[in-house]
Antibody, heavy 118, light 107 residues
Framework: EVQLVQSGAEVRKPGESLTISCKAS????????IGWVRQMPEKGLEWMGI????????RYSPSFQGQVTISADKSISTAYLHWSSLGPSDTAIFYC???????????WGQGTLVTVSS | AIQMTQSPSSLSASVGDRVTITCRTS??????LGWCQQKPGKAPRLLIY???SLQSGVPSRFSASGSGTNFTLTITSLQPEDFATYYC?????????FGQGTRLEIK
């Protein structure tokens, strides 16, 4: 069974850095793209970017390019989303999701709530 | 980026009803369209991919069709667990984009 388990909720101040994680199991981690999706409070879904853990090829949405860094550690089947300097607009739930063979988002993590507040 | 326009934004219906949600794209995407369901406080779930293919485990009361720029999701005989928000999304090209969502509420 494919499972994506994300790290727990985080509270940070503006300007702080943060990395959240997504641990995959139940499939060959290096063979599927894995992506991140943002959902701001009471808002819709926004695709942030994806990474192919096999070779670390990464694609970003123009809206998030330069704002976040997506990475992966294939030795522990884990993908990461990193901010070097958080802003108030980063308050959201962030989901990781696998891009399946047939279509993106065939499996989702449970979400990580990030709250940025002074 | 490809713009996705869903309609309606919200919809009230009763258990047993048939409902249809529409998604229009700003350019042709062949059939590279999916539909996700999201319940409050939960992660989204993929229902449909390739415009009309049912994801494994999704009840057959869900169906979808379309190609090019116009797509529909239909739910026949609504069940209590179907009341949720539905999103279309395209993976024709990057960035992947979502519709704004359709909130399906109990009448």
């Amino acid at each position: 069974e494919v499972q994506l388990v994300q790290s727990g909720a985080e509270v940070r101040k503006p300007g702080e850095s943060l990395t959240i994680s997504c641990k995959a199991s139940g499939y060959t981690f290096t063979s599927y793209w894995i992506g991140w999706v943002r959902q701001m409070p009471e808002k819709g879904l926004e695709w942030m970017g994806i990474i192919y853990p096999g070779d670390s090829d990464t694609r970003y949405s123009p809206s998030f390019q330069g704002q976040v860094t997506i990475s992966a550690d294939k030795s522990i089947s884990t993908a990461y989303l990193h901010w070097s300097s958080l802003g108030p607009s980063d308050t959201a739930i962030f989901y990781c999701a696998r891009h399946g063979e047939l279509f993106p988002f065939d499996s989702w993590g449970q979400g990580t709530l990030v709250t940025v507040s002074s | 980026a490809i713009q996705m326009t869903q309609s309606p934004s919200s919809l009230s219906a009763s258990v047993g009803d048939r409902v249809t949600i529409t998604c229009r794209t700003s350019q042709g995407i062949i059939n590279d369209l999916g539909w996700c369901q999201q319940k409050p406080g939960k992660a989204p779930r993929l229902l449909i991919y390739g415009a009309s293919s049912l994801q494994s485990g999704v009840p057959s009361r869900f169906s979808a069709s379309g190609s090019g720029t116009n797509f529909t999701l239909t739910i026949t005989s609504l069940q209590p667990e179907d009341f949720a928000t539905y999103y279309c999304l395209q993976d024709y090209n990057y960035p992947i984009t979502f519709g704004q969502g359709t909130r399906l509420e109990i009448k």
